[in-house]
């Protein structure tokens, strides 16, 4: 059982570039969300989602464009990378269900340099 | 906005030590409060999670006590070990799919 996996682990970008961060989940977890992790700023999140085709902002969207085509995936992508957007990216499911109250699973993150 | 704040940022203890770490957040109208523990480089990994309706969750030498009405949590790690050292972050969920994080506590345990 694999969990939340992300890939890459690493990835430096010139400003301007575009890519996507990948996150997949083999739990069948119907709640999928990215955060990014700054120092001093904690974990906060940028888009979430409650199920495949379903998608929402979260307390940091712009300059990030989500989708959820399955239930399993749910890439980020980042449109026009810029230096500010330099930072650890995880990604993150749980059931819903009944269940506002299932512990959230975290991958082991990207770690992205914006130069 | 809920705001969530972990005190102290940074504890330092002997091995064998109980200890309890802090977390407090301003709108009492939360689903769930959830403990994570994130070592250096790594993901975070869920330690308890308590419901709204509850007041505490034990999981071995961890307690995690809850008390909303004083927008209060607190972990209780007892009789610490060099492998508890990380970084212990809590966070509270007040919509489906929302949660807002605090900064976290660095524990260091000193063999």
């Known amino acids: 059982n694999a969990g939340v996996t992300q890939t890459p682990k690493f990835q430096v970008l010139k400003t301007g570039q575009s890519m996507t961060l990948q996150c997949a989940q083999d739990?069948?977890?119907?709640?999928m969300s990215w955060y990014r992790q700054d120092p001093g700023m904690g974990l906060r999140l940028i888009h979430y989602?409650?199920?495949?085709?379903?998608?929402d902002q979260g307390e940091v969207p712009n300059g990030y464009n989500v989708s959820r085509s399955t239930t399993e995936d749910f890439p980020l992508r980042l449109l026009s990378a810029a230096p500010s957007q330099t930072s650890v990216y995880f990604c993150?499911?749980?059931?819903?269900?009944?269940?506002?109250?299932?512990?959230?699973?975290f991958g082991d993150g990207t770690r992205l340099s914006i130069l | 906005k809920q705001e969530v704040t972990q005190i102290p940022a940074a504890l330092s203890v002997p091995e064998g030590e109980n200890l309890v770490l802090n977390c407090s957040f301003t709108d009492s109208a939360i689903y769930n409060l959830q403990w994570f523990r994130q070592d250096p480089g790594k993901g975070l990994t869920s330690l308890l999670l308590i419901q709204s309706s509850q007041r505490e969750q034990t999981s071995g030498r961890l307690n995690a006590s809850l008390d909303k009405s004083s927008g209060r949590s607190t972990l209780y790690i007892a009789a610490s070990q060099p492998g508890d050292s990380a970084t212990y972050l809590c966070?509270?969920?007040?919509?489906?799919?929302?949660?807002?994080f605090g900064d976290g506590t660095t524990l260091t345990v000193k063999p």
């Open positions: 966070a509270v969920s007040t919509n489906a799919g929302k949660s807002t």
């Open positions: 739990m069948n977890h119907e709640y």
């Open positions: 993150a499911s749980s059931y819903v269900g009944n269940a506002l109250n299932q512990p959230q699973h």
């Open positions: 989602s409650v199920g495949a085709g379903i998608t």
